[in-house]
C-alpha cells in the first residue's frame, strides 16, 4: 500500500508542477494585456506624456515576468525534488 501511495505521489507531483506552470503563464499573459491596454487608454488621453508611460509599462511588465519566472521556477523544483 505504501509503495502505491509513494508512485503515485510522483505522478502527483508532476501534474502540479504542471498545473503550476501553466497557471503561472495564463497569469503574466493576462498581466501584461492589461498593463498594455491600460498604457494604451492612458497614451489616448494625454499623447504627451507618451515617454513616461512606455517607460514606467515597460518596468511594471518587467516585474510581472519576473514573478512569472519565480512561479516556473518553483513549479520546476516542486518537480524534481
Do not use: T
Amino acid at each position: 500500500m505504501l509503495s502505491l501511495i509513494l508512485a503515485l505521489s510522483g505522478q502527483f507531483a508532476a501534474l502540479g508542477a504542471a498545473i503550476g506552470a501553466g497557471v503561472a503563464a495564463i497569469a503574466a499573459g493576462i498581466g501584461i494585456g492589461k498593463i498594455g491596454s491600460s498604457a494604451m487608454e492612458a497614451i489616448a488621453r494625454q499623447p504627451e506624456a507618451v515617454g513616461d508611460i512606455r517607460s514606467s509599462m515597460i518596468v511594471i511588465a518587467a516585474l510581472v515576468e519576473g514573478v512569472a519566472l519565480f512561479a516556473v521556477i518553483v513549479s520546476a523544483l516542486a518537480l524534481f525534488l
